[in-house]
């Protein structure tokens, strides 16, 4: 269909974020600008969208833990898929229910993760926005219960003293929010610039209100998500920013479609109709979830399985990983998706860009505001300057493995670094085998009932050694990895694989280098001549897009195993902005569970 909008004209000039472009694979992994000044009374212009795709966000306060031995922040903000959030006491989904301001969570199964909403060049965006968050800043400030993910504090003489060292009360006073995409046009008027400055009226939504904003998304490209709410104060006076404000709009080359890239073994089957003579599965990329629990009370009875978008263009799906596919047959693009290829030509060193490709988002944040999984060795007058640049602060998507927690939980005994007898320097914190698959969330992190352990006294004698013959202070909890379809900081891919990575920093305050190891890309994928990169900078709010060369996933060589991405700065990755892409050359099915049948 078409929609008919209207937009007001620019008013100043700006350079949009660099927008190179690719394409890859037609499968599932595991399966087989700033908006610029805008003149009031100006001039308005239409603008024709191909169609409109509908996206029902919301913004809520939830307690989030970011790596297997403990960080945390309870008072985490993040925006989300209305469809993915429930009320706190029934657990009913808020697409069924009515939810208020304060009383919601993410849903049980679903891995707290930066929202990432995807539209498609030439398409208008409409984003229902519900403000969801608690009327009171920072909720959870003093909270004894947290979801069973979390680490609690036990009634009992420690419980204060554990209370104040867990606690973050660094949200912003303003509760006032909106959903503002950098680099996209308004589609009607100055109402969706979600904003209260100049001489809009207040865009901006009050706890338990909503608002509609309407988007005009060009261009193929990567774009944050802020709300300007609350603009200052806070974390390196970012706002909400240091507490998981953010999320990011990518916008796909025109008429594509958008399907899940990573899902449960469950879901495999629910989208599987047969197999190949090798033994691979046939998918049906438009299966639905049944009509039968539990799908119905988790609200995804009918709902797209894969198809990240239903017939009526609703945006259900909100996954970090997704598999891009042109409006071809076979999931190809049209010869005129790029310039190159529109007059028969292509870069040699690229993959078919025709083809559909796997996309990775990858957020930068820094200067994260949490509970660091030892307050007490961070607070220590003496070693807080040694653990100072070592602690969990910058992240990946949610997820943190800075090494100061890592080398502190070998010397406790605990975590799945243990055991580890001769283990040193950059084994600590950049090899799965060590200290696991970094960002990596379980049942019990590994500071489970020795949060308050004090490096004064952390001897077999004091309160947190954990000794695995005489188990003093307890055993080492029996340990599981939560969500399934996406526990841990790994994009995963198969070599071969075409891949676009989507790459923004969330952060307002340090530049960062992107960097990653065994591939590369071209600075500009429209030019044989242009440099190759295996490191761009990426400045706080700016978007890029990173096509691999040389075959994609694995490079050249077809390499297998993880291939590791992180910012260049060592403080930065030493405090934990680091993540695996990891390549594989079998068929990953994933795990039946007992609860799956």
Not at 226 to 235: D, K, L, W
Not at 294 to 323: C, F, Q, Y
Not at 486 to 509: C, E, L, M, Q, W
Request: net charge negative; aromatic share 10%.
């Amino acid at each position: 269909m078409t929609t008919e909008r209207n937009f007001r004209t620019r008013t100043g000039t700006g350079s949009g974020p660099f927008r190179p472009t690719q394409q890859g694979i037609w499968g599932l992994c595991c399966l087989s600008a700033a908006l610029l000044g805008f003149a009031p009374g100006g001039a308005s212009a239409a603008v024709t969208c191909t169609d409109t795709i509908t996206a029902n966000v919301v913004v809520l306060d939830n307690p989030t833990i970011f790596n297997r031995l403990g960080a945390q922040n309870p008072n985490w903000i993040t925006y989300a898929l209305k469809r993915d959030v429930v009320d706190k006491t029934t657990l009913v989904p808020c697409t069924q229910t009515a939810c208020t301001a304060g009383n919601v969570i993410l849903r049980p199964d679903k891995r707290p993760r930066p929202l990432v909403v995807r539209s498609v060049e030439g398409s208008c965006l409409t984003v229902n926005f519900t403000n969801l968050l608690d009327p009171q800043p920072n909720p959870n400030r003093l909270a004894n219960e947290r979801p069973l993910n979390f680490n609690n504090c036990p009634p009992g003489p420690n419980q204060a003293a554990c209370l104040v060292r867990l606690q973050n009360d660094n949200q912003v006073a303003d509760r006032f929010a909106g959903f503002h995409p950098q680099g996209v046009e308004l589609a009607d008027n100055i109402g969706s610039d979600a904003s209260f400055v100049g001489t809009n009226a207040n865009s901006l939504v009050a706890p338990g209100a909503s608002a509609t904003y309407n988007f005009y998304t060009p261009h193929e490209g990567t774009f944050t998500v802020n709300s300007y709410g609350a603009t200052i104060g806070s974390e390196a006076n970012s706002g909400n920013l240091g507490l998981g404000m953010f999320a990011q709009l990518n916008v796909q080359p025109k008429g594509a479609r958008i399907y899940r890239s990573q899902v449960t073994e469950e879901e495999l089957r629910l989208a599987t109709t047969g197999t190949t003579e090798f033994g691979q599965p046939v998918i049906n990329y438009e299966a639905v979830y049944p009509n039968v629990q539990p799908w119905i009370a988790e609200g995804k009875a009918g709902l797209p399985v894969l198809n990240m978008l239903t017939p009526g263009r609703e945006l259900v799906h909100s996954d970090i990983n997704a598999i891009i596919a042109g409006s071809n047959p076979d999931g190809s693009f049209p010869a005129g998706t790029y310039p190159l290829e529109s007059v028969g030509k292509n870069v040699p060193s690229l993959p078919n860009r025709l083809e559909a490709f796997r996309e990775f988002s990858s957020i930068f944040h820094d200067e994260q505001t949490n509970a660091q999984v030892y307050p007490n060795w961070y607070l220590d007058p003496v070693l807080g300057y040694t653990l100072h640049g070592v602690g969990d602060v910058f992240m990946i998507n949610y997820g943190s493995g800075g090494i100061g927690s890592e080398i502190i939980s070998n010397r406790l005994h605990t975590g799945p670094m243990h055991d580890c007898t001769d283990c040193a320097y950059e084994e600590f914190f950049l090899a799965s085998q060590t200290v696991g698959d970094p960002g990596l969330l379980v049942n019990f992190p590994a500071n489970t009932g020795i949060e308050l352990c004090d490096p004064k006294n952390f001897g077999p004698a004091g309160n947190c050694w954990r000794d695995p013959v005489n188990l003093a202070n307890g055993p080492i909890p029996g340990n599981y990895a939560l969500f399934q379809e996406d526990p841990s900081n790994v994009h995963h891919a198969y070599t071969g694989d075409a891949v676009k990575i989507r790459n923004i920093h969330a952060g307002a305050f340090e530049q960062h280098i992107f960097h990653l190891h065994n591939h590369q890309w071209l600075f500009n994928p429209n030019d044989d001549n242009a440099n190759y990169l295996d490191a761009q900078e990426i400045m706080p709010g700016s978007g890029h897009t990173y096509e691999l060369a040389n075959g994609g996933a694995g490079n050249r060589n077809k390499t297998v195993g993880d291939a590791i991405f992180h910012c260049h700065f060592y403080p930065h990755f030493a405090q934990g902005m680091w993540y695996h892409i990891r390549n594989l050359d079998m068929l990953e099915t994933g795990t039946k569970l007992a609860v799956s049948n």
